[in-house]
């Protein structure tokens, strides 16, 4: 008979039966199942993460990202929201903005302002920081940028 789809075999040897440890002294396999005498490998539970009292890896690794303790803090302002909650000549300052809705609270290192938007009237705004491109838009505007 050909090799044909119904009655197709391994090769001989081909399938090594797996040994059967724990099953007696004849099986070879015996007694104390190939794991020898005592210590810690003949034992039934090692925590597979444990490296035998060395530092384990995951805590020789650094963590993940890094968080920089001297970060200035600003609140930030875009100038359109400025522009949509003042008139002209207006002073615009941390206690303005707050009485207006702008902003919730003041951050620890002060106001920053933004640049995005336009601004149309001249207005004095008093803050810690200001980007180059309101500072631009506000002078242009006829206004003042004060850094407190």
Known sequence: MANEL???????????KAKRIGRGFASGDGK?????QKGQRARSKVAIWFEGGQMP???RLAKRGFTNIFAKQYTVVRLD???????A?????????????I??????DGIKV????????????????FTKSAKAKIE?????????
């Open 32 to 36: 104390t199942s190939g794991r020898g």
């Open 57 to 59: 890896l995951h805590r």
């Open 114 to 129: 933004l640049g995005n938007g336009d601004l149309d009237k001249a207005l004095n705004i008093t803050a810690t920081k």
């Open 6 to 16: 119904s009655n197709l075999k391994p090769r001989p040897g081909a399938h090594k």
């Open 89 to 101: 000549g207006a002073e615009v300052n941390a206690t303005s903005l707050l009485e207006n809705g």
């Open 103 to 108: 902003i919730d609270k003041v951050a620890k």
């Open 81 to 87: 929201k400025i522009a949509a909650n003042f008139e």
């Open 140 to 148: 242009a505007a006829g206004g003042s940028a004060i850094i407190q």
